[in-house]
């Protein structure tokens, strides 16, 4: 799949966002490696941090399917520079893409960035980690 048909993906969802306390609306698409596309977008609560991400909501339709490889996640915003994606949402990714994974960030006037997900969140903190504590316990 090309680029632009994944961010096209992304631009239909972001009509579906829900969000009435920023009015921010993000949308996502996550390719896997067999061709299936997840499409997420922000999901707002009044209980602000209870809101979700489009990134999230996308990877999370996938898990929940199901899939585990994954080949490209598209996200667009209505936003002046190629919209970044939080904090919460790298280190989401970072669980379940491999670290040469291509994130393309976009916007409504057509730019478009493309990185990977170590460069969007360079020495994250993973399973490996983890299991490298408990063996020194
Ligand atoms: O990459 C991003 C950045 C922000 N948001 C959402 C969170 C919140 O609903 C709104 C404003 O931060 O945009 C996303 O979904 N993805
Ligand atoms: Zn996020």
Redesign the pocket.
Known sequence: MDKQTLINYAKEIWNQ?Y?P??H?N?G?ALLTKDGKVFKG????NAAYPV?????RVAIFKAISEGETEFSQLA?I?DSDRP????GS?RQVMSEFFEPDMEVIVTNMKGDVKSMTVEELLPFSFTSEDLAEGQSNS
């Open positions: 966002a969000v306390y920023s921010f993000v996502a977008c922000n999901i707002e809101s979700c991400c489009a990134e996200v915003a919209v970044p994606p939080c949402c």
